[in-house]
């Protein structure tokens, strides 16, 4: 079992910048993968970035070049810096780790922390 506790939400002016973390706990973090997700309210929710075991990282087209995804694993965290903030932005953004196993897929969420990109 895997425990996922999100941090670093907020309110922040379009342009500005806020650096998300997601601490794990529970299980060895570097067999997992692990991903950001985000929802907006009224939408459903979206990969917004994610890190690979390996660190491979694949992003969104809207967040590409402006968001950062990166990985700790002595600290078993992982991090979402995202520079340039649009107020298309606001959501609340969601840990998610995962990995395979035989016969299927462990997945695990947090609990999600609020972003708010206003002036």
């Known amino acids: 079992q895997v425990q996922l506790v999100e941090s670093g939400g907020g309110l922040v002016q379009p342009g500005g910048s806020l650096r998300l973390s997601c601490a794990a706990s529970g299980s060895t973090f570097n067999i997992y993968n692990m991903d950001w997700y985000r929802q907006a309210p009224g939408k459903e929710r979206e990969l917004v970035a994610g890190i690979t075991v390996l660190r491979i990282t694949n992003y969104a087209d809207s967040v590409k070049g402006r968001f950062t995804v990166s990985r700790d694993n002595a600290k078993n965290t992982v991090y979402l810096q995202m520079d340039s903030l649009k107020p298309e932005d606001t959501a609340v953004y969601y840990c998610?780790?995962?990995?395979?196993?035989?016969?299927?897929?462990?997945?695990?969420w947090g609990q999600g922390t609020q972003v708010t990109v206003s002036s």
């Open positions: 998610h780790v995962w990995r395979s196993v035989v016969g299927g897929r462990l997945d695990y």
